[in-house]
């Protein structure tokens, strides 16, 4: 079956420019995440969904980064007024996640990798 | 808080030549372990995870990690490597329960394999 999509695979925007990029998880997964992987370094935490409840968002850097994921699907991160420092690769990852005990797989998408100029 | 080290930024083999790579991590209870692998341009694919029972873990691709409650070490392994096998480790860990948090995960800064014909 289909994994984890992501789109756009590759963006680039101009500082102050708002992006919008979108996750398609595994149909049927109740768990989203979204990760920012800096060039060099590991993937680190931004938000969580558990279908369309927006349950931790602890991980965005500023008030410029907002994800949403109305109908409990496909997911949308915005990142308004981009900054040099927003340059990264967002990964998105889903889980089954359902039931409250830790250790479900989270299969990850190829990731959109953002570079502001 | 919790945080995962990976000593090794780089590590450099042989093709047929033993691997193994180390994994320390600070955790307030028993997390779950994980060890994924990124090659370039991929989303992070999973290798496997330990939560309890036999100390030494068998993955895909060949690969085994054992856990080391007393050192606190995941440390991965893999008897002989193939030139498939470059490619950059991530080790993670996550949370037994999930509650509200969700089973996010804290990854190392990942160790970069490079295999030598």
């Known amino acids: 079956g289909a994994g984890v999509s992501q789109s756009p695979r590759y963006k680039v925007a101009k500082r102050g420019q708002d992006v919008a990029l979108r996750c398609d998880p595994i149909?049927?997964?109740?768990?989203l995440f979204w990760y920012q992987q800096a060039l060099g370094q590991g993937p680190e935490f931004l938000t969580y969904?558990?279908?369309?409840?927006?349950?931790?968002k602890s991980g965005l850097p500023s008030d410029r980064f907002f994800a949403e994921r109305p109908e409990g699907s496909v997911s949308t991160l915005k990142i308004q007024r981009t900054q040099q420092e927003d340059s990264a690769v967002y990964l998105c990852?889903?889980?089954?996640?359902?039931?409250?005990?830790?250790?479900?797989?989270?299969?990850f998408g190829p990731g959109t990798r953002l570079t502001v100029l | 808080a919790q945080s995962v080290t990976q000593p090794d930024i780089h590590i450099t083999v042989s093709e047929g030549a033993s691997l193994e790579l180390r994994c320390n991590y600070s955790?307030?209870?028993?997390?779950?372990l994980f060890w994924y692998v990124q090659s370039p341009g991929q989303g992070l694919q999973l290798l496997l995870k330990?939560?309890?029972?036999?100390?030494l873990v068998q993955g895909i691709k060949g690969f085994e990690a054992e856990f080391k409650r007393s050192q606190s070490s995941f440390n991965l392994r893999k008897p002989s490597v193939h030139w498939s096998d470059a490619a950059e480790y991530f080790c993670?860990?996550?949370?037994?329960?999930?509650?509200?948090?969700?089973?996010?995960?804290?990854f190392g800064g990942g160790t970069r394999v490079l295999v030598k014909p």
């Open positions: 969904f558990q279908n369309e409840a927006q349950l931790d």
């Open positions: 149909s049927g997964h109740v768990s």
């Open positions: 993670a860990v996550g949370p037994l329960m999930i509650k509200a948090a969700g089973n996010k995960l804290t």
């Open positions: 990852a889903s889980s089954l996640a359902y039931r409250d005990i830790g250790g479900d797989t989270q299969y």
């Open positions: 330990y939560f309890s029972g036999d100390t």
């Open positions: 955790y307030g209870a028993t997390p779950y």
